[in-house]
């Protein structure tokens, strides 16, 4: 074959690959199940609380990221008065729900030799499909002045499945976004679930039985 026919073939992969890198690759979920559609509850309880971490060691999720989005989305749920966030300096506030996050990545070792072998004969990328996987762990606390009234757990676990001319950044990204809403969902549902211990918590600390 020719240099110029060989540039032209070139030339005609690439074209075939840009519209089917999209598509390429999805994201399996692993994590905890959905958590069941609870209704919203009649009234939020009773008091202001604040989001913030209290330990992050997950090293491939942006915290501030992480904790925008779950502030926003404890405010919008309506399970309490209000949301502070972020916390001003200065302020204790009474009521904390303090996020520790870790995380980790693995993948294969069957990675390398399907690498190899698309490296060596390209056109095996269509059926050979390359693996990782990713955790993102979330305990929740609920604390009020330093005591921890409820703690609330729960586990991301995604796997990429993909070909090696996959859209890599495009699939990461939507695995971030799986993992954070799902995460976010699990722990605003476990909260929702323990509303009614909560307000009978701060009823007996506030002196309302």
């Not at 996020?99 to 269509?126: G, K, T």
């Amino acid at each position: 074959m020719s240099r110029t026919l060989r540039l032209a073939f070139l030339v005609s992969v690439l074209a075939l690959l840009g519209p089917l890198a999209g598509c390429a690759g999805q994201v399996v979920w692993l994590g905890d199940p959905e958590p069941p559609l609870n209704p919203p509850p009649a009234e939020p309880l009773g008091f202001t609380v604040a989001v913030a971490t209290r330990s992050y060691e997950a090293t491939r999720l942006d915290e501030k990221g992480v904790l925008d989005r779950f502030a926003a989305s404890v405010r919008a749920s309506n399970l309490f008065l209000s949301v502070m966030y972020p916390i001003p300096a200065g302020v204790e506030p009474e009521w904390e729900l303090q996020l520790i996050a870790r995380d980790s990545a693995s993948e294969p070792n069957s990675n390398i030799w399907r690498s190899a072998l698309v490296s060596f004969f390209f056109p095996a990328a269509w059926f050979i499909d390359l693996e990782s996987e990713y955790t993102f762990d979330v305990e929740a606390l609920l604390v009020r002045r330093r005591e921890v009234i409820g703690t609330y757990t729960t586990k991301g676990h995604i796997k990429y499945v993909y070909q090696a001319y996959a859209n890599k950044p495009q699939l990461e990204q939507t695995g971030v976004e799986t993992i954070v809403r799902r995460t976010t969902d699990s722990l605003l549902a476990a909260l929702a679930a323990d509303a009614g211990r909560i307000a009978a918590e701060d009823r007996k600390r506030a002196g309302m039985r």
